[in-house]
């Protein structure tokens, strides 16, 4: 594996475990909106490797990741530990298949997340590229508590911006302003989520779905999918339904 060291500029903890690390950028990295990196630090004993998707824009000057501090976990504690100007390990090539220009063309764009899995869409939507495209692009980010929305403020002043994205923090806890309380699989099969945006169901004809989040429900919104007539992307071959499997790319 080609290693390239890049140094921390911030570290800031966003809510209870939630982690936005900021870090420079190597000279030449190129990536697309989607593509995930793996990430390490020089302090363990033993290397430990683990995929961070990508949050900040391929224009932008450095490399921003969202992620979630496991107690005990083998890599996470040390990068949420980790100040200004220190090392963070970097492999040189950005990987992934988590990309729009896989889905074929349609009229609106679905962003489903949970937790963390908000982190590739954010990339997207700086790049502005999936603004183009789409006549409308609905972006849908579920948490536990109101809290845990770490990046609610940008997600709502890009909402404001473009009259033809709509955004929706839904919470399992609590209340949100302007959001949902349910799972977003429930709330789809009850058209709760659709009818909230002013919508009709989920149509594979109209409708582009991603989906990036936890296994259970990355699961759940296959299941709903594939009930409603979706099609996966697969290579060389466009469909209207894309998951990144968010939790799967650690390397032990």
């Known amino acids: 594996m080609n290693i390239v060291e890049t140094e921390v500029i911030r570290v800031q903890h966003c809510s209870a475990r939630g982690v936005t690390l900021l870090t420079s950028k190597p000279e030449g990295f190129a990536f697309q909106a989607g593509h995930y990196a793996r990430l390490s630090v020089p302090a363990l004993a033993e290397p430990v490797w ?20 496991i107690p005990g976990g083998a890599l996470s504690p040390h990068l ?8 963070v390990l970097m492999a040189k090539a950005a990987m ?11 009229e609106v764009l679905w962003l489903l997340a949970t937790g963390t899995g908000i982190g590739p869409y954010l990339s997207m939507l700086r790049q502005q590229t999936v603004l183009q495209r789409f006549a409308r692009v609905n972006l849908v ?17 890009w909402a404001a911006a473009h009259p033809h994205c709509h ?21 789809l099969r009850s058209a709760a989520l659709e009818q909230h945006l002013a919508m009709t169901p989920l149509d594979p004809q109209r409708d582009r779905v991603m989906v990036c989040g936890n296994p259970d429900f990355t699961a759940d919104m296959r ?25 799967q790319k650690a390397t032990p």
């Open 167 to 187: 955004y929706v923090p839904v919470v399992t806890r609590g209340e949100v302003a302007g959001g949902l309380h349910e799972r977003i699989p429930t709330l």
């Open 223 to 247: 299941a709903l999918l594939n009930e409603r007539g979706f099609t996966p992307c697969r290579r060389g071959l466009s469909g209207n339904m894309l998951f990144e499997n968010y939790w």
């Open 80 to 87: 949420g530990a980790l100040q200004q100007g220190d090392t």
């Open 50 to 69: 683990r995929a961070y998707s990508i949050v900040s824009a391929p224009h932008e000057p450095w490399l921003e990741y969202f992620f979630t501090v």
């Open 141 to 157: 980010c579920s948490v536990r508590e109101a809290a845990d929305l770490a990046y609610d403020a940008e997600c709502r002043a």
């Open 96 to 106: 992934g298949f988590f990309l729009p220009d896989s889905l074929a063309d349609g």
